[in-house]
T-cell receptor, first 114, second 118 residues
């Protein structure tokens, strides 16, 4: 079965620290990849997405993610986090054979300490 | 960007009653909307895919007679939780796909509805 895993359930960082959140998926075919963020009390928002081309994609608020096909990974990075980055982060995968289905990872809760 | 609204944002109902949740795409047309359920500290679980003018497609394990979905127009889908039980208490989130968007169509998420069944 298709699945998405995220390496960390909860990450705590100090401001200005670097961030990397791991995401791996299990699906043998071609995929579209997403990272969503859910700030406290707010709805899901798209951070960035990968469809094809350059495997290093840049999103909003200084986030970037790298697709490594051989590792089935799509890790999210930010060189210097801010307190306002405190949120829940979800990796999601959309198999290209199934436009509709988006499979979400379990989420990683990020807490940034001022 | 595209905006999706949900109504109500919170609802409390008694066990055995039915509750209707609305999902609207405010500034775009959505032939397809999706209903998710989010448990505390957990990820989103796709419940069903709602297609305008046709029957919804339910994911395995989701009772279609309990979670009634209607997608009567290109901007509105409704989820009705029938004969609600306390275990139906959850956060229900809808998303809508912009038919004018690039392929694959991006999904825009609503703010969610917190359902509490007493």
């Amino acid at each position: 079965a298709q699945s998405v895993s995220q390496h960390n359930h909860h990450v705590i960082l100090s401001e200005a620290a670097s961030l990397e959140l791991g995401c791996n998926y299990s699906y043998g075919g071609t995929v579209n990849l997403f990272w969503y963020v859910q700030y406290p009390g707010q709805h899901l928002q798209l951070l960035l997405k990968y469809f094809s081309g350059d495997p290093l994609v840049k999103g909003i608020k200084g986030f970037e993610a790298e697709f490594i096909k051989s590792k089935f990974s799509f890790n999210l990075r930010k060189p210097s986090v801010q307190w306002s980055d405190t949120a829940e982060y979800f990796c999601a995968v959309n198999p290209k054979t199934s436009y509709d289905k988006v499979i979400f990872g379990p989420g990683t809760s990020l807490s940034v300490i001022p | 960007g595209a905006v999706v609204s949900q109504h109500p944002s919170r609802v409390i109902c008694k066990s055995g009653t039915s509750v209707k949740i609305e999902c609207r795409s405010l500034d775009f047309q959505a032939t397809t909307m999706f209903w998710y359920r989010q448990f505390p500290k957990k990820s989103l679980m796709l419940m069903a895919t709602s297609n305008e003018g046709s029957k919804a497609t339910y994911e395995q394990g989701v009772e279609k007679d309990k979670f009634l979905i209607n997608h009567a127009s290109l901007t509105l889908s409704t989820l009705t939780v029938t004969s609600a039980h306390p275990e139906d208490s959850s956060f229900y989130i809808c998303s809508a796909r912009d038919i004018e968007g690039q392929v694959p169509y991006e999904q825009y998420f609503g703010p969610g509805t917190r359902l509490t069944v007493t």
